[in-house]
């Protein structure tokens, strides 16, 4: 097993756009719901209130990107990369960003209620915006046929095509795009 230790830096915004099941107060509008409860889009630490990118979304975005890429595995024929990808990294700790939900910033945004592309009815929406963040991620390379160069080239594509977060590429849009900053690449044991 390897271990790919990943200083990452933002090249756009990331929005987070977690699901909370916060209640409607009696009588409480949409409008003064979403003004109360924004913040709670965000992934947080319940007793620090610190905001993070949770590991699943870096996990995700390189297991999209492998299978975005296409890249075959030489020597196997049409194979490619994907299920090695797909079963063989792992991210199991979050990058804890240097902001609480006291103080992230928001954006208000008039977007389809249902969350379905042209749906028909919109209503104004917020949500979290952090709009520089950086950190290191460790990947766990379980499958011993990724190596480096594969991971360094599927781990750069995830971050300029998939993303992380809400509006990423993946989803259409610009946010939660990210780069290497420095990669170290490492044996690990359990």
Same mark, same amino acid.
């Given at each position: ?18 699901? +909370?099941?916060?209640?409607?107060? !009696? ?15 965000? +992934?947080?630490?319940?007793? %620090? =209130? ?33 299920? +090695? ?8 700790? #979050?990058? #804890?960003? #240097? ?15 249902? $969350? ?14 952090? =709009?520089?963040? *950086?950190?290191?991620? *460790? ?8 190596? &480096? *160069?594969?991971? %360094? !080239? ?5 971050? &300029? ?6 509006? =990423?590429?993946?989803?259409? $849009?610009?946010?939660? =795009?990210? &780069? ?5 690449? *490492?044996?690990?044991?359990?």
């Amino acid at each position: 097993m390897k271990k790919a230790i990943v200083h990452l830096k933002s090249v756009s915004p990331y929005s987070p756009s977690r699901y +909370h099941n916060t209640d409607k107060l !009696e009588k409480e509008s949409h409008d003064d719901y979403e003004r109360r409860t924004w913040m709670h889009k965000a +992934h947080y630490d319940h007793k %620090t =209130r610190e905001i993070f990118i949770p590991a699943m979304s870096f996990a995700n975005s390189i297991k999209d990107a492998a299978q975005y890429s296409s890249i075959k595995v030489k020597g196997k024929g049409n194979a490619t990369w994907t299920k +090695h990808f797909d079963a063989g990294v792992m991210v199991v700790n #979050p990058l #804890p960003l #240097p902001v609480t939900i006291d103080n992230v910033e928001h954006e208000w945004l008039y977007l389809n209620a249902d $969350g379905k592309r042209n749906s028909g009815t919109r209503v104004m929406r917020c949500f979290p915006l952090i =709009r520089e963040w *950086e950190g290191t991620v *460790e990947y766990i390379i379980v499958d011993d046929a990724i190596d &480096q *160069e594969i991971f %360094t !080239e599927v781990l750069t594509t995830a971050g &300029q095509l998939i993303g992380v977060g809400r509006f =990423r590429p993946r989803n259409r $849009g610009y946010y939660g =795009r990210y &780069q290497i900053i420095d990669l170290k690449w *490492e044996d690990y044991r359990v």
